[in-house]
């Protein structure tokens, strides 16, 4: 049985959904959603307080309030980045400098929120040809390596494979190889202000791979890790000195 997590971070799993309503093989995959069942995976782990948003609802269900009242955002995008909002986008990014985590999953590597975070293009090699992948964990040390193992492998994935264009990560906690031949960064952390992000590399829509206990091991990990935790107060601007000065002269 899994162990229930000591802290409840505040979950918000974010999803495009519009694969699921065109592509009848992911509906079939994901009846509810890729978000449900993220959620679903979440729960499974432990954790009581998740809510889902997906693009088409006022305000792509990321209103003021909602991001507000969460600790953890994961981010799933693919098809229509360029349909979410400059503005929505932008108030994603300053929450992850005032201290909210960040979950960015496969594709979501070209989302807004994660590309304006990164500074980068965030380009990548890809092919959809039922690759065997292997998540070699190079960092098990790290807590989201935490009960993972050596590795995690998933029978058929699509590839993604190196040059990555990302910043160096502050630390890098899985290596993925293909059966096609490539490598790649697949699970890399950063912090940008008083918030940390994980980018995980699995999750193409039209295989199960959120049903998978590896990757969804990973995922809970990976939101006890980013939740925010106390920090030093973040100060700008014009300030009075602490001691007194000497007198101009």
């Known amino acids: 049985m899994t162990q229930s997590i000591p802290t409840q971070p505040r979950v ?23 978000h449900v069942a993220l959620a679903d995976g979440l729960k499974a782990h432990g954790y009581q307080n998740v809510r889902t948003a997906t693009l088409d609802e006022p305000e792509h269900g990321l209103t003021d309030e909602v991001l507000a009242n969460t600790d ?24 992850v400098w005032d201290g909210m985590g960040l979950i960015v999953l496969h594709s979501g590597h070209f989302s807004k929120p994660f590309t304006r975070l990164m500074g980068t293009g965030c380009d990548l090699k890809w092919r959809e ?50 059966s096609g031949g490539e490598v790649f960064r697949s699970g890399c952390t950063f912090t940008r202000g008083s918030g940390k992000i994980f980018y995980f590399r699995p999750g193409h829509e039209t295989y199960p791979t959120y049903y998978h206990e590896g990757v969804r091991q990973v995922i809970a990990n990976g939101v006890r890790w980013a ?20 007198e101009d002269v």
């Open 227 to 246: 939740a925010p935790t106390a920090s030093a107060p973040r100060s700008f601007g014009n300030r009075q000195p602490l001691e007194k000065l000497p």
């Open 129 to 178: 040809a039922n690759d065997r992948e292997r998540l070699w964990v190079v960092n098990p040390a790290h807590p989201i390596a935490q009960g993972v193992g050596e590795y995690i492998e998933i029978e058929r994935e699509e590839m993604y494979g190196e040059h990555f264009d990302i910043p160096t990560p502050d630390e890098l906690i899985f290596v993925s190889w293909f």
């Open 12 to 34: 918000t799993v974010w999803h495009e959904y519009r694969h699921e309503h065109e592509n009848p093989k992911v509906s079939s995959i994901y009846p509810d959603g890729m």
């Open 72 to 95: 953890v955002l994961l981010w799933w995008g693919h098809k229509a980045h360029g349909d979410v909002q400059d503005d929505i986008a932008e108030k994603v990014v300053r929450r």
